[in-house]
């Protein structure tokens, strides 16, 4: 045994604090707490880790640029597309000036969904950043919405407002979109070809190349022409941002909000809106772009969007306000009617209500329809959130104004026969009659048909001639019959003047002819 002294370990204050606060067991005998500590073994701290030092991006080109984490695509496509952009710095200028306003937001629900940033970058290639775009094949918004597509994600689509436009309901809309995507195909790559040709195309796409034992990465698929440049072009934005900083390509776009969210309450005027937040109307409808109307309805759409500072601005100025918000309100129509007879019934001019609420000329509205009108003493009311949600516009042609005639059967008239005389299509001449398109008729059997009122006029004239008409046909066959002395004259007389045009002398002519020779000798 050794006779140097024991080694007495340094207490640890870490452990002496936490060692203080024991409380010993019911019954047990309390101990110093000095000394549990020095009987303690001395603590080994972890070594101190150097503070990691976080420098702010400078714009949102670089914020984005740090959140990049897909997989990079190689393929002589995306040096083609990189190539495409740079040539055109004014259609960067413009999709960079609109992208500016909606960016912000949208990197922000990326992150905060934990997503790649470069899908912020995916309205670019869909719409050139602009919330109006309408492709051939009705898709609509910055995030290229089909209408059905864009029902399945609860994006509204009715007389009032298009919610594939507007900017917060779309950007979700997408991104839950993309995030079921990825979660399909587990390759970024592959979950953006599917949002631009569809998952069951990719799929099929997929299996094919599954089946023949080939490989099935997005550049190994069959796949259009538009799919195929779809993640090169994502790419080739994607990398010139990455190298924003050396060649300054892109217009800096500021890492702040462009805008802010302002509840309402009661339905107002746009031309309101941008007086009290002193902006133009062009400049509200680019932030709202889904509403097509010149009135916002709160129960539809209980949140705006306005410019930083003039949001702020606005709400003051609402407070302030104390005269009406809203001159529009909705009205559904009772029962099919035309425009005019619905304008007779709002006490409005026709040509006003056609244009304000897009009614075609020669349709009629239907029952049910939801029309936009001025407010008035009967009609001075907010829009129901019903109407706000489903409202429709339902046309139907108009319809020509139609009598029913009655003719009677030719002998060996067919109702084929009698509808090619008339106009009018087989199986309605047979549905006017209760007959079936196959039935023989006999010779007097009454018809009824719908003709337009001037086709009926016609026909009734051909069944009824007027007593004028009747005098004269009636007096012609009687002369021709009583006097057929007068006929033969007049055929002789048709036959002089029918030799007199082709130059050939008639009978008196050559008399006179002869008549004339002496004295002209």
């Known amino acids: 045994m050794s006779d140097r002294p024991t080694a007495i370990p340094t207490p640890d204050p870490a452990a002496t604090t936490a060692n203080a606060t024991l409380v010993a067991p019911s019954g047990a005998p309390t101990t110093d707490t000095a000394s549990v500590a020095a009987s303690l073994p001395q603590a080994q701290l972890p070594p101190t880790a150097p503070v990691a030092n976080v420098v702010a991006p400078q714009d949102l080109w670089e914020r984005m640029q740090r959140g990049f984490a897909m997989p990079d695509l190689v393929d002589e496509r995306v040096d083609y597309w990189e190539r495409w952009y740079a040539s055109r710095p004014d259609y960067l200028q413009r999709m960079t000036d609109r992208a500016s306003k909606y960016l912000f937001h949208i990197v ?153 969210t302002v509840r309402i309450e009661r339905d107002i005027d746009v031309a309101l809106i941008a007086r009290l937040a002193d902006i133009s109307e062009a400049d509200f409808r680019s932030l709202n772009p889904s509403h097509n109307k010149p009135v916002i309805m709160a129960a539809g759409t209980p949140e705006i969007l306005l ?12 407070r302030q306000h104390d005269g009406p918000l809203a001159s529009w309100t909705a009205w559904r129509v009772p029962k099919d009617m035309t425009a005019a007879e619905a304008a007779r019934q709002l006490g409005w001019e026709e040509a006003a209500l056609r244009q304000v609420n897009h009614i075609p000329p020669r349709m009629r509205l239907k029952a049910g329809a939801t029309l936009l009108v001025p407010r008035d003493g009967r009609l001075d009311r907010d829009v129901p959130e019903h109407l706000a949600d489903n409202a429709q516009l339902l046309l139907a042609p108009e319809r020509a104004a139609v009598r029913t005639v009655q003719v009677r059967a030719r002998a060996g008239d067919t109702l084929v026969s009698v509808a090619r005389r008339h106009r009018v299509r087989v199986a309605d001449l047979a549905a006017w009659n209760d007959l079936t398109p196959q039935a023989r008729l006999r010779a007097g059997q009454t018809l009824r048909l719908q003709l337009p009122v001037k086709a009926a006029a016609l026909a009734r004239k051909k069944k009824h001639p007027g007593p004028t008409q009747a005098r004269g046909t009636a007096a012609a066959q009687a002369g021709r019959s009583a006097n057929p002395q007068h006929a033969r004259a007049k055929k002789q007389m048709s036959r002089t003047a029918g030799a007199s045009q082709r130059g050939q002398p008639s009978g008196d002519q050559k008399a006179v002819r002869v008549a004339q020779t002496p004295a002209a000798r």
């Not at 919405?145 to 509204?156: E, I, N, S, V, Y």
């Not at 919610?163 to 990825?182: E, M, P």
């Not at 410019?307 to 609402?318: E, G, I, S």
């Open 108 to 260: 922000e629900e990326l992150e905060r969904r934990g997503l790649p940033l470069e899908l912020a970058l995916l309205p670019f290639i869909e719409s050139a950043f602009n919330p109006q775009a309408v492709s051939r094949a009705k898709a609509a918004g910055m995030w290229q919405f089909m209408p059905a597509t864009g029902r399945h994600f609860d994006l509204k689509q009715n007389l009032f407002r298009d919610d594939r436009r507007d900017v917060l309901a779309s950007t979700r809309a997408a991104l839950d979109y993309l995030q079921r995507l990825y979660q399909m195909f587990g390759d970024w790559h592959l979950a953006l070809a599917a949002y631009n040709w569809g998952e069951g195309n990719v799929q099929r796409a997929v299996r094919r190349n599954a089946d023949a034992g080939l490989a099935t990465g997005y550049l190994d698929l069959r796949l259009p022409a538009e799919t195929r440049d779809y993640v090169p072009k994502l790419q080739a934005m994607k990398n010139l941002v990455a190298g924003q900083r050396q060649t300054t390509m892109l217009p800096a776009i500021g890492n702040h909000p462009f805008f802010d």
């Open 307 to 318: 410019p930083w500072d003039n949001a702020v601005l606005f709400v003051q100025r609402l």
